[in-house]
């Protein structure tokens, strides 16, 4: 037994995933519905997952708060929300564009008695004035993490305060608060290794039951629109994301190679924040600083959704096929506003994307009914949206890291420079 646990050990992450992804897709074409009775190890996993994450973005927050001044740190949010805008924008564009040429809705009916709720779309201060919890516990409870990750931050901020104190019993009180953060997320950071020795289990359970569920017949009757899911997720991963990653001259296959164990458990979770410990460990590989990411990925987990944003636009693009609806400019200006919009609105949760779309046909004047048809085969585009979400989360932790090194250096080189003029 003990061989066996050694041998599999010894085995990569990567390999064992992928095994069990094939696995998976194998078990749920045999079985079909059947597959179904694996789900519970899948489950398992996602709730490992999701255990781990509130300890892990609170814990690592306070000490990436202490590890850099708040100057830093602003400079850090300046760089990196213009980033996620503008990626998204890019993405919503890329969504319709694919759409348009590809055509998935033609020859599509409007699907009937399908009925989808329609939340209102909150107004941009309630979104902002919710990042303030009433009750942090409740706050964790939920999950909310743009709360946590609020609050994790004042009292990071509060602790490099005492820290910094004059009196010396305040320092020594900041200092040993800080210290048991630090422990702390080193226990988190052990806890998930041992979840990621779960993962492979877990992927084979959800994949299974995904793929067993799946009827054939969905598959086919919406396969161009999967089709223009997919490619336009691929164009982002493989056009976008290089090229940017090149404009900053970050080595982009070493960029993919070392963070292909978060884009696979992004592709089967389907969940973006599910997947945000495994993100944040990847981008440590891919050598972004723990203070870059462990600062912007949490957020990033949250509002930076560019998979989603290329879910808004090739939906608005079948839903106009169907109902025969010609997109002015105008219109398509507006979709790539709400559409943003949206993605930001987003939660990293499965199947997040689909009130998305339906706050976005409500603004495009599409009728939402489509966005119920689109939810046979949700599982399947899913999987690469969420795969692009987490991709772009590291892409800009990346970038911003890259530009942090160099206006370091270039403070080194002012700072040595000014030795040498006196
Ligand atoms: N599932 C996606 C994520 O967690 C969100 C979505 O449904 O678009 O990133």
Redesign the pocket.
């Known amino acids: 037994m003990l061989a066996i646990w050694k041998w599999y050990r010894g085995k990569s992450f990567i390999l064992k995933i992928t095994v069990g992804f094939i696995l998976g897709i194998i078990i749920g074409i045999i079985f079909g519905e059947s597959a179904q009775v694996l789900s519970p190890f899948g489950e398992l996993f996602l709730k490992l997952l999701k255990m781990i994450v509130v300890p892990l973005i609170f814990l690592t927050l306070i000490v990436s708060v202490n590890n850099s001044s708040p100057k830093e740190l602003g400079r850090i949010g300046g760089k990196i929300f213009p980033y996620y805008i503008i990626s998204t924008g890019i993405a919503v564009g890329i969504g319709l564009i694919i759409a348009k040429l590809i055509n998935p809705g033609l020859g599509l009916q409007m699907p009937k008695n399908t009925n989808i709720d329609v939340p209102e779309a909150p107004s941009i201060i309630d979104i902002l004035l919710q990042i303030v919890p009433t009750n942090i516990i409740d706050s964790m409870a939920k999950g909310e993490i743009l709360s946590i990750v609020f609050v994790a931050l004042i009292i990071g901020f509060a602790i490099s305060f005492i820290r910094h104190s004059t009196e010396s019993q305040m320092t020594e009180w900041g200092n040993l608060l800080l210290k048991l953060a630090e422990a702390g997320s080193e226990v988190t950071f052990r806890i998930l290794n041992g979840i990621l020795q779960y993962a492979p289990i877990g992927v084979l359970g959800i994949t299974a039951t995904s793929i067993g569920n799946q009827g054939m017949g969905t598959l086919q009757s919406l396969a161009k629109y999967v089709g223009a899911s997919y490619v336009g997720v691929a164009i982002q991963m493989l056009i976008v994301f290089p090229l940017i990653l090149l404009l900053f001259k970050v080595p982009v296959i070493k960029f993919f190679l070392n963070t292909r164990e978060a884009i696979m458990t992004a592709f089967v979770t ?4 599910g997947t945000l410990p495994v993100t944040i460990k990847s981008a440590l590989k891919a050598g972004i600083s723990d203070r870059v990411a462990n600062f912007t990925l949490p957020i990033g987990a949250t509002v930076n ?1 560019n ?2 944003a290329i ?1 808004f636009g090739v939906g608005v693009v079948f839903a106009a096929e169907i109902v025969g609806y010609d997109l002015s400019i105008g219109a398509i200006i507006g979709i790539i506003l709400t559409g943003t919009l949206a993605a930001v609105g ?9 009130i ?1 779309m339906s706050i976005v046909f409500t603004q495009a004047g599409l009728p939402i009914e489509i966005v119920g048809l689109t939810a046979g085969v949700n599982v399947i585009t ?1 999987m690469v ?2 795969m692009c ?2 991709t772009g989360d590291i892409v800009g932790a990346a970038i911003v890291d890259k530009s942090e090194q160099k206006s370091e250096s270039v403070q080194r080189d002012e700072g040595t420079g000014s030795v040498s003029q006196i």
């Open positions: 389907c969940s973006s924040l959704m998979g989603s879910h987003t939660a990293g949760v499965p199947g997040a994307g689909l998305g899913d949206f969420t979400n987490v």
